[in-house]
């Protein structure tokens, strides 16, 4: 996931439980690993594949997030991030003067799951890391048996209590659930002489072109924050709005710019 994975609280045997588990969702879920359940799943020729139980639990809740946010957050974009030329580890990224891609469009509604089994159309390739590092995050927190957090590239899940560090510096606490950055700034690269950036609007099937550089949300867990921060950074303008209908907070930064949705505040408190 390319992310340090930070634990506050537990034991030193929870904590080693924790980071088992990163290493077991890193092997299973990662694009860059030849051997990942999740490349052998899109190398697959058959039109049915069996999958293990977690590939099939997360894919299951990729697939809620898709119908929850109207297609915004959708699981079918491994092609569309691979054309855009996020084809390898980030570290290995440079300045590509080849052409993006063609843009692939998504097609959740192509794909099937029953129990084990999943079923999608030739040249459908899944991308699961939408929520991975946010679920994982969540499970990690299950871990400790007392209250603490865990905290891995800007989710957080919180039990009993912690202060959450805020892009731009300022921080706030919360006291259960989680929080989740999504944005721009930190995966971007060059092709064609072209920025770009991975997340995809799965109504282009090309990097987003959004107001906001990072948003930010408070949720009752950090996958549902960080499902909503993805879709209300791909909506824009729309973002703080489609929040509050939700009455989730949000923060929004565009360039050094801080807007807050009506929300804010509310689970919320600002930490010294």
Known sequence: MDVDVVVGGGSARERAAVERLFGEWERIFSRFRRASELNRVNASGAPIVAVSPLFARVLRAALAAAEDTGGLVDPTLGAAIEAAGYDRDFSQLGDDARPVGAAVPARRRAVRLAGRL???????????????KSLAVDDALSL?????????????????????????????????GGVATSGSTRRQWLRGGELQHHLIDPRTGRPARSRWTQV???????????VAAKAAFLLSDDGPDWLDERRLPGRFLAGDAVVTNRTWGGPLQEAA
């Not at 209250?147 to 921080?171: E, H, K, T, W, Y």
């Not at 408070?218 to 960080?226: K, N």
């Open 118 to 132: 999943v079923s999608r159309p030739p040249g459908v390739r899944l991308d699961l890391n939408g929520i991975v």
């Open 144 to 176: 400790l048996a007392a209250d603490g957090f865990v905290a891995a590239g800007g989710d957080v899940a919180v039990r009993g209590g912690a202060v959450v560090g805020l892009p731009g510096g300022d921080s706030v606490r919360l006291e259960d």
């Open 216 to 226: 930010t949300v408070a949720a009752s867990s950090c996958v549902a924050a960080d």
